[in-house]
Nanobody, 116 residues
């Protein structure tokens, strides 16, 4: 599985960004798609994940009510709509896939910077 993320950038506090990730390769084996983030000097943490049919979704407490994950299985994409962004959301965001054998795959990361 290969993952290609896009959509990061610089935004002011309170603004919005949308991240997208396209999966290719053995996409039929993917069970969960989602996003993690890593701020400088910190560990990589889960932001949001979503199962194939969307029956299972998981958000970090810090983004609940502000971020929305969505998935288009016909295009093998997952998106993250980020609203009401805060400076503490600044991080490198990584697309993540978990397959039916519990193997994890990572995209290349995209920088999100929230600053005035």
């Amino acid at each position: 599985v290969q993952l290609q993320a896009s959509g990061g950038g610089l935004v002011q506090p309170g603004g919005s960004l949308r991240l997208s990730c396209a999966a290719s390769g053995s996409v039929s084996s993917i069970s969960f798609l989602g996003w993690y983030r890593q701020a400088p000097g910190k560990q990589r943490d889960l932001v949001a994940t979503m199962s194939y049919y969307g029956r299972a979704m998981n958000y970090a407490d810090s983004v609940k009510g502000r971020f929305t994950i969505s998935r288009d299985n016909t295009k093998n994409t997952v998106s993250l709509q980020m609203n009401s962004l805060k400076p503490e959301d600044t991080a490198v965001y990584y697309c993540n896939a978990l397959d039916d054998r519990l193997r994890q795959y990572w995209g290349q990361g995209t920088q999100v910077t929230v600053s005035s």
